[in-house]
């Protein structure tokens, strides 16, 4: 049989920061914060007051800020005496300059922003485009709030949560435009591709099936099996799992299954490759929000079915088809899945275990993948 071999993929960011100075203890270089300027109005008549506010990019009031009305210094609140446009910028040492804000004194004409999406009811996982125009005219170099949880310089945004959500644009020279909401639903939920977890219907957008393995040293280690023995018969058994995830709500249902193997064996015997009389049931756990809330031996399954369509090492491939149903008696976990499932991952078992137990720490792209070789 062939063999497996264990391999780490790792990413890492290094963050390098510079500094000079005249002596060791006030740096030069640093990173500047972004600075955001809002006014109490943005039309006055002549002789109005406006108050201006200063805030970061996470929405919090900055205090200290020196404001700038055509780039003269002014006070926090200002009386605009003149007709005109006014450019209004907030500055303050440690952040960068804010983008200006216009404010119109004395009904002089200023053109609008206008914002909008090409959709404004998606769902998770949607691509979001906006268009920012003048009186028509496409606009460049502006910026979007997502009310509540920052700011962005493009024209794309892929909500990764159910709510509903609102955004303004807003350039120097210009009034901002006015606010539209986008209301963020759910993923569709596929009719052959769902389960069910105490009365609560998920769609499915991760499979994924994994075998227990003994502890690796090192990432060149070679991964084995981890061998189970049945108290009763005595036999020898390798442990799969088989993961079904919404990821976006970190739920799923994990169905934990043995393989019998000979006594002599060292490699794996995947579940497909087995006859089927010695692929048995160990139990099912079900996971909401990354939380066990269900566990279930096997007794308690009701209907389990699994139709490995097309072999997984099969031209090395990373993937295999599959149709895969499984219910309990109580009904409190019901799933149907035809489709892919990732493959193989490794989840390794501690030395001396002897109780089979979930391993699978929910997290998808945590897991170690194990490669044909």
């Not at 780490?8 to 963050?15: G, R, V």
């Not at 460049?140 to 159910?162: A, D, Q, R, T």
């Not at 169905?255 to 490699?267: F, H, P």
């Not at 160990?282 to 369509?309: H, P, T, Y």
Request: proline share 2%.
């Amino acid at each position: 049989m062939k063999k497996l071999l264990f391999y780490f993929s790792l990413a890492l960011l290094t963050i390098s920061v510079v500094g000079c100075s005249k002596d060791d203890n006030t740096p030069s270089d640093f990173v500047l914060k972004d600075l955001f300027v809002e006014a109490s109005d943005i039309a006055v008549d002549e002789g109005g007051l406006v108050t201006f506010k200063a805030y970061d990019g996470d929405r919090k009031e900055v205090s200290g800020v020196d404001f700038y009305v055509d780039n003269v210094k002014a006070t926090q609140e200002y009386k605009f005496e003149k007709r005109g446009v006014y450019n209004i910028i907030a500055k303050k040492a440690g952040y960068k300059n804010s983008a200006a804000l216009a404010i119109l004194v004395g009904g002089t004409i200023a053109e609008k922003l206008t914002l909008e999406a090409d959709s404004y009811d998606v769902r998770i996982g949607d691509k979001v485009m906006f268009t920012v125009t003048a009186d028509g005219r496409a606009v460049s170099n502006y910026y979007i709030e997502n009310k509540g949880y920052g700011l962005f310089s493009g024209n794309s945004w892929n909500p990764s949560e159910v709510g509903t959500y609102t955004f303004y644009a807003f350039k120097e020279g210009f009034f901002n435009s006015e606010v539209i909401t986008i209301m963020v639903s759910p993923k569709e939920i596929k009719e052959n591709q769902y389960f069910v977890l105490k009365d609560k219907k998920y769609g499915i957008d991760a499979t994924q099936l994994s075998v227990q393995i003994h502890k690796l040293k090192d990432e060149n280690d070679e991964a084995r099996p981890y061998m189970y023995t049945d108290e009763k018969t005595g036999k020898k058994y390798q442990v799969y799992e088989l993961l079904v995830m919404n990821t976006d709500d970190r739920s799923g249902i994990i169905y934990l299954m043995g393989v019998y193997v000979s006594a002599n064996e060292t490699g794996f015997v995947f579940p497909e490759q087995a006859e089927k009389a010695n692929v048995f049931p160990i139990s099912v756990i079900g996971m909401v929000q990354g939380k066990e809330e269900l566990k279930a031996d096997a007794n308690a399954i009701d209907k389990m079915s699994i139709e490995w369509v097309g072999v997984y090492d099969s031209n090395k491939e990373e993937q295999g088809p599959i149709n895969y149903y499984l219910s309990l008696k109580d009904k409190s976990a019901d799933l149907k899945y035809e489709g892919t499932y990732e493959g193989i991952y490794g989840s390794e078992v501690k030395e001396k275990t002897t109780k089979v137990g979930r391993v699978f720490n929910s997290k998808i792209k945590d897991s170690s993948k194990l490669r044909l070789k």
